[in-house]
């Protein structure tokens, strides 16, 4: 069975220091989301992709968040720099997109941990 | 920001019996849909319900919708210790229909 994959399962980085993070989502699905967890609440959508194109960051702190797509497939997050209230799961979920299914597939997140 | 709010915050039950959680959200929307997360892992989708269906059934999961009180349930039958978990409603933006605003979760422990 297709899966979302993301590296690294776990991140453990000093504040101030740069910290990315890499997902692949499930093949042929155009849109792709990332979200940011804390711990004991629900996730909180940080970026939408559908294919290379942002639809909505509304949610993704500019100052110091980056997110891209480049070719539609494979996506980087990145954090630069990282803050202590950053520390949280990153999860990436993708869906087939263009309004054939609004069901979302989640992968193993990124715990981070800014110390 | 969450859209939705989850009732009980916690659930403690045995095995076999049923589980019932609720979801309360604020906005029109386009669909609600119930995912699972195991502990410290990624969500796992369940099921969906659009806006204008009123009940849905997967399984042993049951999903209610009322949109004029803006609320959702999930009946889980015949629980089992597999089903421990925490459980999120997401909503759909009537906007951008694949955009989803989850809830705070309920937190569902089973016994033996």
Known sequence: EAEVAQSPRYKITEKSQAVAFWCDPISGHATLYWYRQILGQGPELLV???????VDDSQLPKDRFSAERLKGVDSTLKIQPAELGDSAMYLCASSLGGGRSYEQYFGPGTRLTVT | SQQGEEDPQALSIQEGENATMNCSYKTSINNLQWYRQNSGRGLVHLILIRSNEREKHSGRLRVTLDTSKKS?????TASRAADTASYFCATGDTGTASKLTFGTGTRLQVTL
């Open chain 1, 48 to 54: 939408q992709f559908q294919d290379e194109s942002v």
């Open chain 2, 72 to 76: 959702s349930s999930l009946l889980i």
